[in-house]
């Protein structure tokens, strides 16, 4: 299987991730990594490690330096990177000695001949690697209609299979993304794959320390308003549009309901939202939906 990292200036825990994913009882494991040009000590690191990898090969790959999203772009559509399973890692992260081997036992039991993803909960943990939390529990199942409006799936949990892989790099070839985790489960349920979300907390995701106090939460509602909403969503729309071909006839007609949802006058967009049956996960959540689409936020 393949392991897919993006790195840039994370030598402060990338020991530790790599010392976990070295760790996984699962026993063949290439590590592909991007580094971002880096200036710290990322890439010594790395190429220690990869003097001592034994689970497989690590080859070492130079990014565009074009930020994160394209980082990782640039990884999912290598050809020369070839695997059965595909995961996503952070640099920065902490995986359960499980986490690979779980991900494929689910996919081959439940999903093998379809694309398929698997993700799962997180165990959240500050710098010092203390836990402090954990990530959401859903109940309702990952589908299209949630992806188009939420996303369930975060990256450093994904194992995927090649055929879900295929997907992603195809339609990675004429959109881009602001995150590969929300397009990933975007393009593969709305091909008609299955996404998995397991309960089960498989990663330890390290958290940015935002200080303490009311400095502190300040700081962490800033972060997260960063990762704008409608800017993505817009990304995601051209995404869809441009990959149309890829959609099974119920994603795209539901895709065309969304699309009226989006532009239509009031009536109609509420009309066309209840049809569509999209929806977050939660009933605050689709309460915030449904004052989205009146207020044109979308």
């Excluded at 034994?54 to 990014?63: D, I, P, Q, Y």
């Excluded at 698997?118 to 529990?137: D, E, H, M, Q, Y």
């Excluded at 998995?196 to 997260?224: C, E, I």
């Excluded at 007609?253 to 989006?262: G, S």
Aim: hydrophobic share 45%.
């Amino acid at each position: 299987m393949a392991v897919l990292l993006g790195t840039f200036n994370g030598a402060a825990f990338l020991d530790e991730q790599l010392a976990s994913i070295a760790a996984q009882t699962y026993p063949d494991i290439d590590l592909w990594v991007s580094d971002d040009r880096s200036t710290d000590e990322t890439r010594a690191i790395l190429q220690q490690w990869a003097k001592r990898w034994t689970k497989g090969h690590v080859t070492l790959l130079s990014g565009p330096g074009d930020g994160r999203a394209e980082n990782i772009r640039s990884l999912i559509t290598t050809p020369a990177i070839q695997a059965e399973y595909y995961a996503f890692a952070d640099q920065d992260d902490i995986w359960e000695p499980e986490k690979l081997a779980n991900s494929i036992r689910w996919i081959e039991h439940n999903a093998f001949a379809v694309p398929s993803v698997f993700c799962s909960r997180t165990l959240k943990i500050a710098r010092n690697g203390a836990i402090v939390g954990s990530s959401p529990l859903y109940a309702h199942p990952a589908d299209f209609r949630n992806a188009l409006v939420q996303n369930i799936a975060t990256a450093n949990t994904m194992l995927f299979n090649r055929m879900a892989h295929d997907l992603l790099a195809q339609s990675c070839l004429t959109t881009p993304f602001s995150s590969h985790d929300w397009w990933l489960y975007l393009i593969v349920s709305g091909a008609g794959g299955v996404v998995h979300f397991d309960p089960q907390p498989l990663v330890r995701d390290r958290q940015p320390d935002h200080g303490k106090g009311w400095q502190g939460q300040l700081a962490a509602l800033r972060a997260r308003l960063k990762d704008r909403f409608a800017e993505q969503a817009d990304l995601n729309i051209q995404g869809l549009v441009r990959n149309r071909e890829l959609l099974s006839k119920e994603a795209q007609v539901i895709c065309d309901l969304y699309w009226k949802v989006r532009s239509d006058n009031f009536i109609r967009r509420i009309l066309a939202l209840q049809q569509s049956g999209v929806h977050r996960q939660t009933l605050l959540g689709q309460i915030g939906l449904y004052l989205a689409a009146i207020f044109r936020r979308l």
